[in-house]
C-alpha cells in the first residue's frame, strides 16, 4: 500500500478537543467503503514511528475524505495543529468495513465512536431508500455529542444518553439501548453495527446475542503497522487470533471471545 502526501483542505475544532479535518484525495474517496480507516503518520519527521489509525467518517463529492477525531495523546494534539494547505502522509483506505446486511439498521455509537457510522448512514442513504436508522448515541457531556444533526438529515432518528444528563437520557448510551431494546427485538430485519470502547462492545453484543440480533462492532485496538504484519492489534476469536487492522476493524459479534475482552 503506498504512502500518499495528502492535501489538508480543512481541520477544524468543531467542539473543544475534537476536530474535523478534511483531505483531499478523489483515490480514496472512490476506494473506500464504511469502517474502513486511514493510517496517518502523526508527527513531521520520524519522532513517533507508529502511525494512527483514524476512520473515514465521510467522503464528500467524489474527492474529499473526513476524518472526525479527538484529542487523546501526542500524535491527535500533532494532528490538531496542522493546518489548510499542509500535507498529510496518508495510506489507505485500510480494514474491512461494515457489510450492508438488512434494512432495520440500528447504531449504538459510544463517544467518538460516531465517526465510521456516518459514511454508513450517507451509503445506506443511498443505496436502500426504504431503509431505517435508529441511532442511539453517548457521550460524557452534551458538548462531546457529535453528529446528531448529520444523522437527523440522513433520517434517522436519534436517541441521546449523557453520562452528566446534560442531554438525553442520563447514562450510558448501553443502558439507553437495552431500555429501548423491546422497539428494535421485535423487528426481524433488525441489525446492529456498533463502534465505542471495549466495555460499549461487549454490553451491546452480549446483549445482541441474547435476542439473536445480527451485530457488527467496530474495533478501536491499538495498533502497529496497520497492514497485517506486526501482529500487535490481534484479538481473540471463536476461529484463533485475528488482526484488527487487516481482518477486521470490523468484527461480527458471533466470532468473537468476548469472555477475553
Ligand atoms: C480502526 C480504528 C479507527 C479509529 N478511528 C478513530 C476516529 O475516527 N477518531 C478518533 O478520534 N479515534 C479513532 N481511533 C482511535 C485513535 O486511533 C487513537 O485515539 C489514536 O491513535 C491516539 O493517538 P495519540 O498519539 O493521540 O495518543 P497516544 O499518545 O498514543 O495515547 C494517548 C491515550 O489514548 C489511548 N489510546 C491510544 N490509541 C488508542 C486506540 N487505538 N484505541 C483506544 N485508545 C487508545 C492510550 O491508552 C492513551 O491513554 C481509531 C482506532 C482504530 C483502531
Known amino acids: 500500500m503506498p504512502h500518499k502526501k495528502l492535501l489538508i483542505r480543512d481541520n477544524e475544532e468543531i467542539t473543544p478537543g475534537y476536530f474535523l479535518m478534511k483531505i483531499q484525495s478523489p483515490e480514496i474517496a472512490k476506494d473506500s467503503s464504511p469502517g ?5 503518520k502523526c508527527s513531521a519527521s520520524n519522532h513517533y514511528l507508529l502511525r494512527r489509525p483514524l476512520s473515514i467518517h465521510q467522503v464528500i463529492d467524489g ?4 476524518i472526525l477525531y479527538k484529542i487523546v495523546g501526542k500524535g491527535t494534539d500533532w494532528l490538531s495543529k496542522r493546518k489548510r ?5 496518508c495510506i489507505g483506505p485500510l480494514g474491512n468495513g461494515f457489510r450492508l446486511i438488512k434494512s432495520e439498521i440500528v447504531f449504538v455509537a459510544g463517544g467518538i465512536g460516531i465517526a465510521p457510522l456516518i459514511f454508513l448512514a450517507e451509503k445506506i442513504a443511498k443505496t436502500d431508500r ?4 435508529t441511532a442511539f448515541i453517548g457521550a460524557k457531556t452534551k458538548d462531546e455529542i457529535l453528529c446528531a444533526d448529520k444523522l437527523k438529515k440522513l433520517r434517522a432518528t436519534v436517541h441521546i444518553a ?3 444528563g446534560s442531554l438525553g437520557y442520563k447514562g450510558l448510551v448501553s443502558n439507553l439501548f437495552k431500555n429501548n431494546l423491546s422497539s428494535v427485538v421485535c423487528r426481524l430485519s433488525s ?10 462492545l461487549k ?3 452480549l446483549l445482541s446475542q441474547k435476542y439473536k440480533i445480527p451485530c457488527q462492532v467496530s474495533f478501536e485496538q491499538f495498533m502497529g503497522c496497520g497492514i497485517g504484519i506486526c501482529n500487535a492489534c490481534v484479538i481473540r476469536t471463536k476461529y484463533g487470533y485475528k488482526k484488527v487492522c487487516k481482518d477486521g476493524p470490523v468484527f461480527d459479534t458471533e ?3 468476548w469472555s477475553k475482552i
Open 36 to 40: 474502513q480507516f486511514l493510517h496517518i
Open 63 to 66: 474527492k474529499y475524505v473526513e
Open 162 to 164: 449523557t453520562e452528566d
Open 203 to 205: 454490553e451491546i453484543a
Open 130 to 133: 426504504l431503509a431505517s436508522i
Open 191 to 200: 441489525v446492529i453495527y456498533a463502534c465505542g470502547p471495549k466495555g460499549m
Open 255 to 257: 466470532e468473537i471471545d
Open 85 to 89: 494547505g499542509e500535507k498529510l502522509d
